[in-house]
């Protein structure tokens, strides 16, 4: 089946700081997702980005869907940022696969 | 966005009791359900996809005696844990698709514990 792989796997920056999640997937998707999971584990629907780029507020996602890779930006990171940010992905067969994640800690 | 609920957020049953875990969709119809288990710290591992008023299809691995998975209607599926153990204990989370939306929304989650 497709594989999916996010890294880093742990992040941890200073309010304030920019980052960049990546997710690398292994064969042609037809839907590609990204989620904030919060301390309670409530998934948020972040962002739907098969292809192009998307912005919302501080965060952006950029999906190059011909080499398999989607990218997450956060600027201005707030301490509210905080969680596990995944990356989910399906190919139109009603499978959605989510990778391991980025466990992102930002500190005051 | 749409909403899906999950019920209950949180329980907690003896071993060798069953459970069941409701989720619906309150806003639109979920032609495609699925359920997921994550571990502490861990990834959502899929269990079973379900589409309404058919058999669920199971992961490789997952036992289908165990987690019984029903999609009786468009708005709601369940996940009943049957004869639950300790090892059971995880995080359950489900997840909805159809209508208008392409993508998938997901309920609050439900935190099992056996004892």
């Known amino acids: 089946g497709i594989q999916v792989e996010q890294s880093p796997p742990d992040l941890i920056l200073q309010e304030g700081a920019n980052s960049t999640l990546r997710c690398n997937f292994s064969?042609?998707?037809?839907?590609l997702q990204w989620f904030h999971q919060n301390p309670w584990g409530q998934l948020i629907n972040l962002f739907y980005?098969?292809?192009g780029t998307k912005q919302n507020g501080r965060l952006s996602a950029t999906t190059v869907a011909t080499e398999r890779y989607s990218l997450l930006y956060i600027s201005s990171s707030q301490t509210t940022d905080s969680g596990v940010y995944f990356c989910?992905?399906?190919?139109?067969?009603?499978?959605?696969?989510f990778g391991k994640g980025t466990r992102l800690h930002i500190l005051p | 966005g749409a909403v899906v609920s999950q019920h209950p957020s949180w329980v907690i049953c003896k071993s060798g009791t069953s459970v069941k875990i409701e989720c619906r969709s309150l806003?639109?119809?979920?032609?495609?359900m699925f359920w997921y288990r994550q571990f502490p710290k861990q990834s959502l591992m899929l269990m079973a996809t379900?589409?309404?008023?058919?058999?669920?299809?199971?992961e490789q691995g997952v036992e289908k005696d165990k987690f019984l998975i029903n999609h009786a209607s468009l708005t709601l599926s369940t996940l009943t844990v049957t004869s639950a153990h300790p090892e059971d204990s995880s995080f359950y989370i489900c997840?909805?698709?159809?209508?208008?939306?392409?993508?998938?929304?997901f309920g609050q989650g439900t935190r099992l514990t056996v004892v």
């Open positions: 997840s909805a698709r159809g209508g208008q939306w392409i993508v998938a929304f």
């Open positions: 064969d042609s998707v037809n839907n």
């Open positions: 980005i098969p292809s």
């Open positions: 989910a992905v399906d190919k139109g067969d009603d499978k959605i696969i």
């Open positions: 806003d639109f119809q979920a032609t495609t």
């Open positions: 379900s589409n309404e008023g058919s058999k669920a299809t199971y």
